[in-house]
């Protein structure tokens, strides 16, 4: 019996996905760049050559970022495959941790020297760190990919209700309000004050080191599964990318496509207990298809296209949620409580859509969240202006639980659709597309922000979430029951 080896499962696997959870918890943090904003901006307008730059012009730092990350992400997976979760994972989060305490030199320079450190390196380190614990975590629990996905990457979502506080009070601790404005643009506002601008270096400082303690608790607690059972035979090649049991009808997978618990040779189908059952993933296609071959997949195209789209509306909210706030809320403190409380929403969202997906399918929960995001996006600058800062807060709350659900959804689709074996690698190449999302973002916000205003903006980016709706009708991907993965 296989029983006990079950049993232990179930403890390891919430071990691994607490130390995923600590690790995006720190990588998240690049979600507080909307709060970290003002005070960088402000910084450099008052204390660098930089004096003439504006908060469109400091959104490239956040989109060098997300470019960065977008371009390293499938490095970590091919390395996550070839040397293990640990040394990927401490590789890139102690990079990452360094562009932040490099940030504390850099931006008593200038600009570019804030790009290189906390856009360039941080972005580095971010990316590679991103996919083994992802990887790992699916590896322990394959029949709950979506859970797993959600409850680490909302470590992401819910990074800054930790770190916006901390950055706020620490900066900011007697909650002044920005005195300083540009003569064009008379609702954009900037800090000059002394007792602010002084605090603002060493807070990345602190950061730095602090994110490095706790990425090292995170990886400690990463270990793949052991495979320590005798395996099955070995499939012809006809079959290798079709396993399926004594029965023609579920792929044969206990523990998923990993093998972490391979089948015995006379086990059958009759003779797996409970437990070992709630280890499959019913929702696998049966496919193990390799990166050199998930090119030629037109469902790779379009869950690459997917992300890319929906993660450009979602930098924009992260990057300038609290810019925008600002044209109408004269309160830094409320201005940071809005991006705590809706980090919470995005981390929970996370879990919700993951769990959306273990349960209905990608494609429905998809069209479910680009749905409620045109409506949110839609609504929220008559919203916002007509109910006052409660109300601003609650469309970014709704806003935010709705948009995360990207980043549980799309890397569960990747592992059901082209099969777990090669994960790491196949959900790296659809985050590809964030190399282009942070160019494409920077010309946006640079040329259109002043030109169509902020309703423009958030009509522009609805739109986006309706290209992403359209092109999610086109995903027609089965399981080996004919059903929506």
């Known amino acids: 019996m296989m029983t006990s080896r079950f049993a232990s499962v179930?403890?390891?696997?919430?071990?691994?996905?607490?130390?995923?959870?600590?690790?995006h918890i720190t990588l998240g943090s690049r979600y507080t760049f909307g709060n970290l904003t003002s005070y960088i901006t402000s910084y450099?307008?008052?204390?660098?050559?930089?004096?003439?730059?504006?908060?469109?012009?400091?959104?490239?730092?956040?989109?060098?970022?997300?470019?960065?990350?977008?371009?390293?992400v499938p490095l970590g997976g091919v390395l996550d495959e070839r040397v293990g979760p640990?040394?990927?994972?401490?590789?890139?989060?102690?990079?990452?941790?360094?562009?932040?305490?490099?940030?504390?030199?850099?931006?008593?320079?200038?600009?570019?020297?804030?790009?290189?450190?906390?856009?360039?390196?941080?972005?580095?380190?971010?990316?590679i760190a991103y996919i083994p614990a992802l990887v790992c975590a699916m590896k322990w629990m394959p029949e709950k990919k979506g859970l797993v996905n959600g409850l680490i990457t909302g470590g992401h979502?819910?990074?800054?209700?930790?770190?916006?506080?901390?950055?706020?009070?620490?900066?900011?601790?007697?909650?002044?309000?920005?005195?300083?404005?540009l003569k064009e643009e008379p609702t954009e506002k900037y800090f000059a004050e002394a007792a602010v601008l002084d605090r603002v270096p060493s807070c990345f400082l602190i950061l730095g080191i602090t994110f490095a303690c706790i990425q090292f608790f995170g990886v400690l607690l990463l270990f793949d599964p052991?495979?320590?059972?005798?395996?099955?035979?070995?499939?012809?090649?006809?079959?290798?990318?079709?396993?399926?049991?004594?029965?023609?009808?579920?792929?044969?997978?206990?523990?998923?496509?990993?093998?972490?618990?391979?089948?015995?040779?006379?086990?059958?189908?009759?003779?797996?207990?409970?437990e070992e059952r709630d280890l499959v993933d019913e929702k696998w296609t049966g496919l193990d298809i390799p990166p050199f071959e998930v090119y030629t997949e037109t469902s790779f195209w379009i869950l690459w296209s997917t992300h890319l789209i929906t993660v450009l509306g979602i930098v924009f909210i992260m990057a300038l949620y609290k810019a925008y706030g600002q044209t109408m809320i004269n309160d830094d403190y409320f201005l940071s409580l809005t991006g705590s409380i809706s980090a919470v929403f995005n981390g929970g969202g996370r879990i919700f859509w993951g769990c959306m997906a273990d349960k209905f399918s990608y494609k429905g929960s998809t069209l479910a969240m680009c749905g409620s995001m045109i409506v949110f996006l839609l609504t929220l600058d008559v919203v916002s202006r007509s109910g006052g800062q409660y109300a601003y807060l609650i469309w970014i709350c709704l806003i935010n639980i709705s948009m995360s659900g990207t980043f549980s959804l799309i890397p569960t689709a990747t592992a059901r659709a082209f099969g777990a074996k090669h994960v790491g690698a196949n959900y790296g190449l659809v985050y590809?597309?964030?190399?282009?999302?942070?160019?494409?973002g920077?010309?946006?916000?640079?040329?259109?922000?002043?030109?169509?205003?902020?309703?423009?903006?958030?009509?522009?980016?609805?739109?986006?979430?309706?290209?992403?709706?359209?092109?999610?009708?086109?995903?027609?991907?089965?399981?080996?029951?004919?059903?929506?993965?």
């Open 10 to 23: 179930r403890w390891k696997a919430w071990l691994v996905i607490l130390g995923g959870v600590l690790i």
């Open 86 to 127: 640990r040394l990927v994972s401490i590789t890139g989060c102690w990079l990452a941790s360094l562009g932040v305490f490099l940030t504390y030199f850099s931006i008593q320079d200038s600009f570019y020297s804030v790009l290189l450190t906390y856009g360039l390196i941080f972005g580095i380190g971010s990316g």
């Open 157 to 181: 979502g819910i990074a800054a209700v930790i770190w916006n506080p901390i950055e706020t009070e620490y900066i900011n601790p007697d909650n002044l309000s920005p005195n300083s404005s």
């Open 226 to 274: 052991p495979i320590d059972e005798p395996k099955s035979k070995e499939p012809s090649q006809e079959d290798e990318k079709h396993l399926t049991d004594a029965d023609g009808g579920e792929p044969l997978q206990i523990g998923g496509e990993y093998n972490t618990f391979a089948v015995q040779e006379g086990d059958s189908d009759k003779e797996m207990d409970t």
């Open 432 to 440: 590809s597309s964030q190399i282009i999302t942070g160019p494409l």
């Open 442 to 485: 920077a010309l946006l916000a640079t040329t259109l922000t002043d030109r169509i205003g902020w309703f423009g903006m958030f009509i522009l980016l609805a739109t986006f979430y309706l290209g992403a709706f359209i092109i999610t009708l086109l995903f027609n991907v089965k399981t080996r029951k004919g059903e929506n993965i």
């Open 44 to 72: 450099l307008r008052e204390r660098t050559p930089s004096e003439g730059i504006r908060y469109k012009d400091t959104t490239s730092i956040f989109l060098l970022l997300i470019t960065c990350y977008g371009a390293t």
